[in-house]
Nanobody, 125 residues
Framework: QVQLVESGGGLVQAGGSLRLSCTSS????????VGWFRQAPGKEREFVGG????????GYLDSVKGRFTISRDNAKNAVLLQMNSLKPEDTAVYYC??????????????????WGQGTQVTVAS
């Protein structure tokens, strides 16, 4: 049932960096709008950022602007989330999501058809 796979999570100290990857063995992600979300214990799933298929447009949660960057590596059929200057508040399970019927990303989780299982990011203070 899982269409996407996230990887690259782990434990880092505040100020460190991680690069997350979203891939699929069954779908070509270059034709999908893709979003990244995160969910901390007891909190709602929130939109982190997204990237479109046309024009490479991106958008981000205000608290991660300037620190996080989303890009595509089509040769690897992947969408990347580069996270720099990590803060303890960034601790969460991170998910990627995709929809094959739209060229743009969306900030509402219900916008997407396919999801990964999530990867844990823990930032120590």
């Amino acid at each position: 049932q899982v269409q996407l796979v996230e990887s690259g999570g782990g434990l880092v100290q505040a100020g460190g960096s991680l690069r997350l990857s979203c891939t699929s063995s069954t779908r070509t992600l270059s034709t999908n709008g893709v979003g990244w979300f995160r969910q901390a214990p007891g909190k709602e799933r929130e939109f982190v950022g997204g990237i479109s298929t046309v024009g490479g447009y991106t958008g981000y949660l205000d608290s991660v602007k300037g620190r996080f960057t989303i890009s595509r590596d089509n040769a690897k059929n992947a969408v990347l989330l580069q996270m720099n200057s990590l803060k303890p508040e960034d601790t969460a399970v991170y998910y990627c999501a995709a929809d094959p019927f739209r060229s743009y990303y969306g900030s509402d989780p219900t916008y997407y058809t396919y999801w990964g299982q999530g990867t844990q990011v823990t930032v120590a203070s």
